[in-house]
């Protein structure tokens, strides 16, 4: 039916014409280019909102955790509140994709901040008066994620409804541009600020973030989306699973993804300050690793306004590969320094990766749909990364930790080969018009 079942059969994508090259095509004016995305209204206030949510969610987790650890409460009591509020997200995510498919998207996120302000003041005030207790600090997470399930879906698509096809992945780079850079400071601003003043002042800090996000993205005009009537709420999720699985890079993707998470990722989160404690020189050497990652994460972004990238799932594919180096320099007990470029190298990825996996999904798939078939994508991608936080340690104890993470290494090698033997992978091409 579509340009985009075409493109997924021989290679050619929505803006494909006869002698088109493949791999990035650089080319003069592209940074101007770029900036005209920010000197667009629209996607300004976008960019702005995002960004500002995202300056007081980056220290939230620092807050939150020495809220409930100051409170009296245990590691497994810490652990049960930020698990609920992975769950909620779990359990409204394919509801906030239907809903960011019915009304306007920015609406969906408009609200999601302003109940994830709520939360977080209601929390805030909480710790200020004395009276936060597990259950009540368990609650709030959960609202927060279940807010969270209903922003993404809605934040996945909503750059389709603002820019044109040909500068998604200048969009989404920007977008991956304001989640890195807070990712760098955010933590360390977060510590200072919950030593000075107290968690509950950074809490009220993220608060307000999603007040100004609110108020920015309130100011954005999106065209309206024409549609049929209005269906039963099981006749849309099956459209949109329907169209999430009739691609077959899509949930092959998605199950890759679920997986990486639950072998790869899961283990190096777990297990990686274990060995910065043990052999690297403890606290430090894991922030000096994290801040490496948000670095790379930032790099990725800038190039990626730069370079037009034709064949991202192929780019995806190899730049995965960046993991095998962190986990095997890490069950080594290599020293810092190398372990720091690689953490670098693996940040460049996973910054490449989330910009270009969101712009392969924003021209391949219909934007009518493209809310739920992304609220499929999340929820298989959040799917195991519970399971495979609590397993890391056990499975360590039993096996060892080198062995874990080395065993990652392989899977992560194995992983990205065995996706290469996808013809979609290797034949779609996402050109820019000329």
Same mark, same amino acid.
């Given at each position: 039916?579509?340009?985009?079942?075409?493109?997924?059969?021989?290679?050619?994508?929505?803006?494909?014409?006869?002698? /088109?090259?493949?791999?990035?095509?650089?080319?003069?004016?592209?940074?101007?280019?770029?900036?005209?995305?920010?000197?667009?209204?629209?996607?300004?206030?976008?960019?702005?909102?995002?960004?500002?949510?995202?300056?007081? @969610?980056?220290?939230?987790?620092?807050?939150?955790?020495?809220?409930?650890?100051?409170?009296?409460? @245990? /590691?497994?009591?810490?652990?049960?509140?930020?698990?609920?509020?992975?769950?909620?997200?779990?359990?409204?995510?394919?509801?906030?994709?239907?809903?960011?498919?019915?009304?306007?998207?920015?609406?969906?996120?408009?609200?999601?901040?302003?109940?994830?302000?709520?939360?977080?003041?209601?929390? /805030?005030?909480?710790?200020?008066?004395?009276?936060?207790?597990?259950?009540?600090?368990?609650?709030?997470?959960?609202?927060?994620?279940?807010?969270?399930?209903?922003?993404?879906?809605?934040?996945?698509?909503?750059?389709?409804?603002?820019?044109?096809?040909?500068?998604?992945?200048?969009?989404? @780079?920007?977008?991956?541009?304001?989640?890195?850079?807070?990712?760098?400071?955010?933590?360390?601003?977060?510590?200072?600020?919950?030593?000075?003043?107290?968690?509950?002042?950074?809490?009220?800090?993220?608060?307000?973030?999603?007040?100004?996000?609110?108020?920015?993205?309130?100011?954005?005009?999106?065209?309206?989306?024409?549609?049929?009537?209005?269906?039963?709420?099981?006749?849309?999720?099956?459209?949109?699973?329907?169209?999430?699985?009739?691609?077959?890079?899509?949930?092959?993707?998605?199950?890759?993804?679920?997986l990486w998470n639950l072998v790869v990722v899961a283990p190096f989160l777990v297990l990686g300050p274990v060995i910065a404690?043990?052999?690297?020189?403890?606290?430090?050497?894991?922030?000096?690793?994290?801040?490496?990652?948000?670095?790379?994460?930032?790099?990725?972004?800038?190039?990626?306004?730069?370079?037009?990238?034709?064949?991202?799932?192929?780019?995806?594919?190899?730049?995965?590969?960046?993991?095998?180096?962190?986990?095997?320099?890490?069950?080594?007990?290599?020293?810092?320094?190398?372990?720091?470029?690689?953490?670098?190298?693996?940040?460049?990825?996973?910054?490449?990766?989330?910009?270009?996996?969101?712009?392969?999904?924003?021209?391949?798939?219909?934007?009518?749909?493209?809310?739920?078939?992304?609220?499929?994508?999340?929820?298989?991608?959040?799917?195991?990364?519970?399971?495979?936080?609590?397993?890391?340690?056990?499975?360590?104890?039993?096996?060892?930790?080198?062995?874990?993470?080395?065993?990652? /290494?392989?899977?992560?090698?194995?992983?990205?080969?065995?996706?290469?033997?996808?013809?979609?992978?290797?034949?779609?091409?996402?050109?820019?018009?000329?």
């Amino acid at each position: 039916m579509a340009l985009e079942d075409r493109s997924a059969r021989d290679g050619q994508g929505q803006d494909g014409g006869p002698g /088109a090259a493949t791999g990035a095509r650089p080319r003069r004016g592209q940074w101007r280019d770029a900036g005209e995305l920010l000197v667009d209204k629209r996607f300004r206030r976008f960019f702005l909102g995002y960004a500002t949510s995202l300056i007081g @969610s980056s220290m939230a987790p620092v807050a939150m955790t020495f809220a409930v650890l100051d409170s009296g409460a @245990s /590691a497994t009591d810490l652990g049960l509140v930020f698990a609920s509020g992975v769950v909620s997200t779990i359990v409204f995510l394919v509801a906030g994709g239907v809903l960011a498919d019915r009304v306007p998207r920015r609406a969906v996120m408009v609200g999601a901040d302003l109940v994830s302000a709520t939360a977080q003041f209601v929390f /805030a005030a909480l710790v200020f008066t004395g009276t936060a207790e597990l259950w009540s600090m368990a609650l709030l997470a959960a609202v927060r994620g279940g807010a969270s399930a209903f922003y993404q879906p809605a934040l996945a698509a909503m750059p389709a409804d603002l820019v044109a096809g040909d500068q998604l992945q200048r969009a989404n @780079s920007f977008l991956a541009l304001a989640k890195a850079v807070p990712e760098v400071a955010g933590p360390a601003v977060a510590g200072v600020l919950v030593a000075v003043g107290g968690s509950g002042v950074v809490l009220v800090t993220d608060g307000a973030s999603y007040l100004v996000s609110a108020v920015f993205l309130a100011g954005v005009r999106v065209p309206s989306r024409t549609g049929g009537a209005r269906r039963r709420l099981l006749t849309d999720l099956r459209e949109g699973w329907t169209e999430f699985r009739s691609r077959r890079w899509l949930w092959v993707g998605v199950v890759q993804l679920a997986l990486w998470n639950l072998v790869v990722v899961a283990p190096f989160l777990v297990l990686g300050p274990v060995i910065a404690r043990s052999d690297l020189g403890g606290a430090s050497a894991w922030g000096a690793i994290a801040a490496a990652q948000g670095a790379g994460a930032v790099l990725a972004g800038v190039v990626l306004l730069r370079l037009h990238i034709r064949r991202t799932l192929l780019v995806i594919a190899f730049l995965q590969l960046a993991w095998v180096g962190v986990l095997v320099l890490l069950a080594s007990r290599a020293p810092l320094s190398l372990i720091v470029a690689a953490a670098f190298a693996v940040g460049f990825s996973t910054g490449a990766f989330n910009a270009l996996w969101r712009t392969t999904e924003q021209r391949l798939v219909p934007q009518a749909v493209l809310s739920r078939v992304s609220a499929y994508e999340l929820l298989g991608a959040y799917a195991l990364g519970p399971v495979g936080l609590a397993l890391a340690g056990p499975v360590s104890e039993a096996v060892g930790i080198a062995t874990l993470l080395l065993a990652a /290494a392989g899977w992560q090698v194995l992983s990205s080969a065995a996706i290469l033997l996808l013809p979609e992978v290797r034949s779609i091409r996402l050109e820019r018009a000329s």
